[in-house]
């Protein structure tokens, strides 16, 4: 640090705010992911396979970039309930018979005979 900067000065605090520039908006996406879905079911439907598998693609990467985006700002409802899914919430969602802690079952707990 420069001398003159060494000394008893005001120290100031900055929050930088993430910017989000290139994000489409989360319920967009989800719509144009299942509009290709559409697409893609109605090409494989009329024979046009090569057709269908690029839209099907297209239709996997726009649900990516749907649960990326919601991960990262839930700004909507559908994209917030989502988020909270991804995230589990703190919920243990595992039926109890089927609860496992490192591949050894709980203690006490019995399976169902098959």
């Given at each position: 640090?420069?001398?003159h900067?060494?000394g008893?000065?005001?120290?100031?605090?900055?929050?930088?705010e993430?910017?989000?520039?290139?994000?489409?908006?989360?319920t967009?996406?989800?719509?144009?992911?299942?509009?290709?879905l559409?697409v893609?079911?109605?090409?494989f439907?009329?024979g046009?396979w090569?057709?269908g598998?690029i839209?099907?693609?297209a239709?996997?990467l726009?649900?990516?970039?749907f649960?990326?985006?919601?991960?990262r700002?839930?700004d909507?409802v559908?994209?917030?309930?989502?988020?909270?899914?991804?995230?589990?919430d703190?919920?243990n969602k595992?039926p109890?018979?089927?609860?496992q802690?490192?591949?050894?079952?709980?203690?006490?707990?019995?399976l169902?005979a098959l």
């Amino acid at each position: 640090m420069p001398p003159h900067e060494t000394g008893a000065l005001p120290v100031q605090y900055a929050r930088v705010e993430p910017r989000y520039y290139g994000i489409t908006p989360t319920t967009l996406v989800l719509v144009l992911a299942a509009v290709a879905l559409s697409v893609a079911i109605v090409l494989f439907a009329i024979g046009h396979w090569p057709f269908g598998l690029i839209a099907l693609g297209a239709s996997l990467l726009l649900v990516l970039v749907f649960l990326e985006g919601a991960r990262r700002k839930p700004d909507g409802v559908v994209a917030r309930s989502t988020a909270d899914a991804l995230d589990g919430d703190g919920q243990n969602k595992i039926p109890k018979p089927f609860a496992q802690v490192n591949g050894a079952l709980e203690p006490g707990l019995k399976l169902p005979a098959l």
